[in-house]
C-alpha cells in the first residue's frame, strides 16, 4: 500500500538557521510533490510543488528537492522565521492511484528566537 | 478570491449521534475532495467528487459515512451514528483540475465524539 512518511516528527531550529525537513514515499509510479505548511487552527497551505520530471524546485526562501532514486522528498527553508513555525506536511500523487493525495504524519517545526 | 470555507468549525457530540459537516469550494473548481486526519496521524483521503459525481469513494471508512454534492458546488459529509472513532479533524480541499494540480484546504472541521 502507500507509505509517506517524514524521518522526524519534531524539529527545532534557531530563528535564521536553515531547516530541513524530509519525506520518503515508497510508490515508484508517483509523478506530483506538494509541501503543505498547517499552522494552528488552520487548514495546510500549499508551499511548493514539483513534478517527477524535475529534481530541484525554488521559491521565496524555500527550496524542494526530490530524489526519485531512493524516493525522498526535502524540503530546506532558508533564514528560519518564527513565522516558520508550523506543521509540514509532504503529499504524493500518481496516476495508478487515481491522482488522490497521500500525506506524512507531519513533521512539526518549532523556531527558537 | 474566496478560499475553501468549512463549517462547522469545531463539533462535540455524543456517540450514537448524527453529524453533517460542510465545506464550500472556491467557486469554479468542480473537484473536491475530503480528507480526515485522526490525531497524531497522516491526513488520510476520504473522497473526491468531480462536480456532482463521486469519482473516488475508496477512502470512506464505512457506512457510517455518507457524502454528498448535489448540484455540484458545495458538498456534505454526514456520520450517522457517530463513533468515538470518528473523532478528528476533517477537512476538505477544492482543485480546478484533476490529478497534478494544487489541491487548496480549508480550515478544517474539529470533530470530537464523546
Known amino acids: 500500500g502507500e507509505s509517506v512518511g517524514l524521518h522526524l516528527p519534531t524539529l527545532s531550529v534557531q530563528e535564521g538557521d536553515n531547516s530541513i525537513i524530509n519525506c520518503a514515499y515508497s510508490n515508484s509510479a508517483s509523478d506530483y510533490f506538494i509541501w503543505y505548511k498547517q499552522e494552528s487552527g488552520k487548514g495546510p497551505q500549499f508551499i511548493i510543488d514539483i513534478r517527477s520530471n524535475m529534481d530541484k524546485r525554488q521559491g521565496q526562501r524555500v527550496t524542494v528537492l526530490l530524489n526519485k532514486t531512493v524516493k525522498h522528498l526535502s524540503l530546506q527553508i532558508a533564514a528560519t522565521q518564527p513565522g516558520d513555525s508550523a506543521v509540514y506536511f509532504c503529499?504524493?500523487?500518481?496516476?495508478?492511484?487515481?491522482?488522490?493525495?497521500?500525506f506524512g504524519t507531519g513533521t512539526s517545526l518549532t523556531v527558537i528566537p | 478570491e474566496a478560499g475553501v470555507t468549512q463549517f462547522p468549525s469545531h463539533s462535540v457530540i455524543e456517540k450514537g449521534q448524527t453529524v453533517t459537516l460542510r465545506c464550500d469550494p472556491i467557486s469554479g473548481h468542480d473537484n473536491l475532495y475530503w480528507y480526515r486526519r485522526v490525531m497524531g496521524k497522516e491526513i488520510k483521503f476520504l473522497l473526491h467528487?468531480?462536480?456532482?459525481?463521486?469519482?473516488?469513494e475508496s477512502g470512506m471508512p464505512n457506512n457510517r459515512f455518507l457524502a454528498e454534492r448535489t448540484g455540484g458546488t458545495y458538498s456534505t459529509l454526514k456520520v450517522q451514528p457517530a463513533e468515538l472513532e470518528d473523532s478528528g479533524v476533517y477537512f476538505c480541499a477544492s482543485s480546478r483540475q484533476i490529478g497534478t494540480d494544487t489541491q487548496y484546504f480549508g480550515p478544517g472541521t474539529r470533530l470530537t465524539v464523546l
Open positions: 467528487f468531480v462536480k456532482e459525481s463521486k469519482q473516488d
Open positions: 503529499a504524493e500523487s500518481s496516476p495508478n492511484t487515481g491522482n488522490q493525495f497521500y
